[in-house]
């Protein structure tokens, strides 16, 4: 839930508030408001700037999700998918891009201009397995390169995952990882 709300924004509404009741109380005279607004407003204030400053928004998802795909979640989603599609869809503070740390592990970053960004996501469902597609745009880094990171994709993203890979547009490349479904053993 706090994650879904801008720490930076409430800091900002509540911090200017209380600035804006400081500075009343203090030409009204009324010395407990006015400390109250100055010590507390004021510092309120300039952290939701900070915050505010540093924010990065939580990724969209592209398509709402079905039901019948959450269901498929809940029964096979990997820890890393969960983590993932939790991190990018809650405001996230200090960092530059969304995955940015990953993106350069992979060797898919190397600067921040031509770093691709992660533009949204969704959830569907690919052969009967819980598929997570990060759509991602990405000028500088071309689709080849992108096949070429796929079995290191594979390897860091963890065990129990596939990756497809896409190019629906020129710019665009789509990342599916994609479930690999627990098979139950045979007993004889």
């Not at 408001?33 to 928004?57: T, V, W």
Request: glycine letters at 8%; hydrophobic letters at 40%.
């Amino acid at each position: 839930m706090l994650g879904k709300v801008s720490l930076g924004t409430v800091g900002l509404v509540v911090g200017g508030l209380l600035t804006v009741v400081g500075f009343v109380a203090y030409f009204s005279q009324s010395a407990t408001l006015n400390l109250i607004g100055f010590f507390y407003g004021i510092p309120l204030l300039l952290g939701g700037l900070a915050l505010k400053a540093a924010e990065l928004e939580p990724v969209p998802y592209a398509q709402p999700t079905s039901p019948d795909v959450l269901a498929l979640r809940e029964q096979q989603a990997t820890s890393t998918q969960n983590q993932i599609r939790k991190d990018v869809t809650r405001y996230r503070y200090g960092q530059s891009a969304h995955l940015d740390s990953s993106l350069s592990h992979l060797g898919l970053s190397p600067n921040d201009e031509e770093r691709p960004t992660l533009q949204a996501i969704h959830e569907t469902a690919i052969a009967g397995a819980y598929a997570l597609i990060l759509e991602f745009e990405s000028p500088a880094i071309p689709f080849e390169t992108w096949q070429q990171k796929r079995d290191k994709m594979e390897t860091f993203f963890g065990p129990g995952l596939r990756v497809e890979l896409s190019q629906p547009d020129e710019e665009q490349i789509n990342v599916a990882l994609i479930a690999i479904p627990e098979t139950s053993p045979v007993t004889a």
